[in-house]
């Protein structure tokens, strides 16, 4: 995650210090500083959160086609090359180069 931001985007552009603030500080001091019950944050493949969710009776909803188009047409215009949308298993799979890092769903 750190290599795909710090190409992306210059240190002093305002979208990636808006980010970094807003998205990812809490995850970076959840993963270096905290242990135990201080961490609040627990990241997991989307398999358990699929086992999860149908258990406790919701259906996952079909992602549209023209949400993966503008979401792939907003990445080639605004972000770097190497970002990639990838729509399997009824989710979002984002990925820098070929390395997987954060999922997507809808469910009702």
Same mark, same amino acid.
């Given at each position: +995650? *750190? ?5 992306? !985007?210059?240190? &002093? =552009?305002?979208? %990636?210090?808006? #980010?970094?603030?807003?998205?990812? #500080?809490? =995850?970076?001091? &959840? ?7 201080? !961490? ?5 493949? @989307?398999?358990?959160?699929?086992? %999860?969710?149908? +258990?406790?009776? *919701? $259906? @996952?909803?079909? @992602?549209? $086609?023209?949400? $993966?188009? $503008?979401? &792939? =047409? @907003?990445?080639?215009?605004? *972000?770097?090359? &190497? ?5 399997? =298993?009824?989710? *979002? ?12 769903? #809808?469910?009702?």
């Amino acid at each position: +995650m *750190f290599e795909s931001i710090d190409v992306a !985007r210059p240190r &002093n =552009d305002k979208q %990636r210090i808006s #980010a970094e603030q807003h998205c990812v #500080a809490r =995850d970076i001091v &959840n993963i270096i500083a905290c242990e135990n019950a201080q !961490r609040v944050e627990h990241h997991e493949l @989307l398999g358990k959160w699929i086992r %999860r969710l149908s +258990m406790a009776g *919701f $259906t @996952l909803y079909p @992602l549209s $086609t023209s949400v $993966t188009n $503008t979401v &792939n =047409d @907003l990445l080639k215009q605004q *972000f770097h090359v &190497n970002y990639r949308l990838e729509r399997r =298993d009824g989710a *979002f799979y984002l990925s820098w180069l070929d390395r997987k890092m954060a999922t997507s769903s #809808a469910w009702r």
